[in-house]
């Protein structure tokens, strides 16, 4: 079973130290930037949107707890939207060495339940185009797409002609 709490201040400097070159190599990939501008991007955007860490107003961010096995599996952090009834996830993260055996899909459904509990009727989320695994799991977990995100450099980039 698939719980969740609260992150700690010690689990979220955990979680940056696992998010931010996570997403570094995402941006690098994603968007055509050199690894060194990926990465102040990646810190930038996070010290943006997490000011206050796991106590930023208005985002949730918590520890996912495989209660059999009674250790940290990976993180979720979310946007609820009180007035939709909605979240939006920003980051759902299952650390790399318990993926591929069901625990994502099992992380999945339990934060659908604890979030239906909660009274929420929706969730949103963007996913990398070149994740074929976070695919493959929402895809397997009901969502569909709505949209797809396209990106162009114009004008002169560091490094680019």
Not at 1 to 24: G, R
Not at 74 to 93: L, N, T
């Amino acid at each position: 079973m698939i719980t969740f709490i609260p992150m700690s201040d010690a689990q979220y400097a955990e979680y940056l130290d696992y998010f931010i070159p996570d997403y570094a190599d995402e941006i690098a990939a994603n968007y055509g930037r050199s690894n060194e501008d990926a990465l102040m991007q990646a810190k930038a955007e996070m010290a943006h949107h997490l000011p206050e860490g796991p106590r930023t107003e208005g985002q949730r961010l918590h520890t996912m707890i495989d209660s059999d096995l009674q250790i940290a599996i990976g993180y979720v952090w979310y946007r609820p939207d009180e007035a939709s009834r909605s979240v939006f996830i920003y980051d759902f993260s299952i650390l790399p060495h318990f993926r591929a055996n069901g625990r994502g899909k099992a992380a999945l459904r339990a934060l659908e339940m604890m979030l239906a509990e909660d009274g929420y009727h929706e969730i949103k989320l963007r996913v990398a185009a070149d994740n074929a695994r976070a695919q493959h799991v929402y895809q397997a977990g009901g969502f569909r797409v709505t949209g797809i995100n396209m990106v162009k450099a114009i004008g002169h980039q560091s490094g680019r002609d």
